[in-house]
């Protein structure tokens, strides 16, 4: 595969970058892992949050980070799945959330365009997830598509104990991005942001000013353009949607690298 990850990023530069959502227990990273890390730091993306969606994703995700010192995890149960959820996954839940290397609850929150399960077992899961954050002093990770007033109608209900929260995967309208700043929450994007048909989600970056901003591949999903051919996205490619985000608020690479680990750092709590 011809790789091009030294482009923007060089051994011995200032900034490093955090994939701060990745999915590194998905295959086919997870049978790769060694050289998908190390393609990931020759790129500059030095530092990894892996997510997990289900409860055997979630005991891999812990299982990765205490084998990788620059790892963490965030653990939660997808949307998708919130119909087989049962009273014993959230008492696991907890149990695993416990682990020191764990910075995160999620991605949790509402998936209304898929409906993979009906919208109440969503809705009550994710106010579960919402408290088990508040509970363990956690910051949460809020995947939303298609329900975007229903996601910040239940964070504005049970969200009260919660410090910090990310809308992941951004794809929302400016519009929206105003409200989720103006109510002091984060927003992360991906490299659905270099798509062609992205254009409302262009304007939804203009608006987010840099300490409000995170970056992430969602990998091995939503692989950047000019990568896009590659099916498979992975950490390294991250640096492509820096470059792309970074020309499009017009500041430098390194500007934008440089604030958006500052944030991530803030918000995760990652201070090594
Ligand atoms: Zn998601
Ligand atoms: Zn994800």
Redesign the pocket.
Known sequence: MNYDNTQYAVRGTRYELIDTHAHLAFEPLINDIDAVLKRSIEAGVTRWITVGTNMDENRKSVELAEKYDNLYAALGI?PHDAKKVTAENLTELERLARHQKVVAIG?TGLDFHYNFSGQSAQKEVFKNHLALAAKLGLPVII?SREAFDDTVAIIEQQGGGVEKIVF??FTGTADQAKVILDKGWYISFTGVVTFKNANDIRQAAKVVPPDRLMLET?CPYMTPEPMRKQKVNEPALMIHTVKFLADLKGVSFEELAIAATANSRIFFNIHD
């Open positions: 997808h991605e995947h992941h995967c969602d």
